[in-house]
């Protein structure tokens, strides 16, 4: 009895990129450039965390694109492989997160996801990847011009389906971003890995794989 009670009263909210979905740049860029320096360098110059958070935010790739073009012309057929070629940063689902997943809707459990996508890419995410379009209700960060860890974005997710923060419990790959869904009331988990979770919700009363 105390399980079931448990498992009512926990709500998982799952971020995507990295908990269930793998994403890493350096798949693609493995490709165009010769060394890890030379990669790294790149990514933390041109293509960098925070222009991508732009696209995340709601800025279209082919406006993010052309920005970063005119800044570096040099690196123009890298730049439009980062849209071009964003597939190629996905090598796939995480599975065993996504069998956790679907045990969860096979018992039942409403199943919540916030997730800093860009518009473009998470249509063509949710179109590789079926499973992405059975959430009980998700926030995307593009449809909403608002990024983890900002407070807002947890809040609409809570307001927008009548969720208690105290019932939910999050998931992401992000300190920052666990932080934040702590701060507005939500117990969170830091992924590290599928067994984090599997041991997690099983201490939670959850259903797993």
Known sequence: MTETIASRRTIPVFDIGNVLIEWDPRHLYRQIFEDEGAIERFLATVCTQAWNEEQDRGRSFE???????ERFPEHEAAIRAYDE???????????????????????????????????????????????????DGIV?????????????????????????????????????????????????????????LVREFRALGLPVA
């Open 63 to 69: 406006e993010g694109v052309r920005l970063l073009i």
């Open 85 to 135: 070629r964003w597939h190629e940063m996905v090598p796939g689902a995480i599975e065993r997160s996504v069998a956790v997943l679907g045990a969860l809707r096979r018992a039942g459990i409403p199943t919540y996801a916030i997730t800093n996508f860009s518009a473009e890419k998470f249509a063509s995410a949710q179109a590789r990847f079926p499973f992405l379009a059975g959430f």
């Open 140 to 196: 995307v960060s593009a449809h909403e011009g608002v990024l983890k860890p900002e407070p807002a974005i947890y809040r609409l997710l809570l307001d927008r389906h009548g969720l208690a923060a105290d019932d939910c419990i999050f998931i992401d790959d992000s300190v920052k971003n666990v932080e934040g869904a702590r701060r507005v009331g939500m117990k969170a988990i830091h992924f590290t890995g599928p067994d984090v």
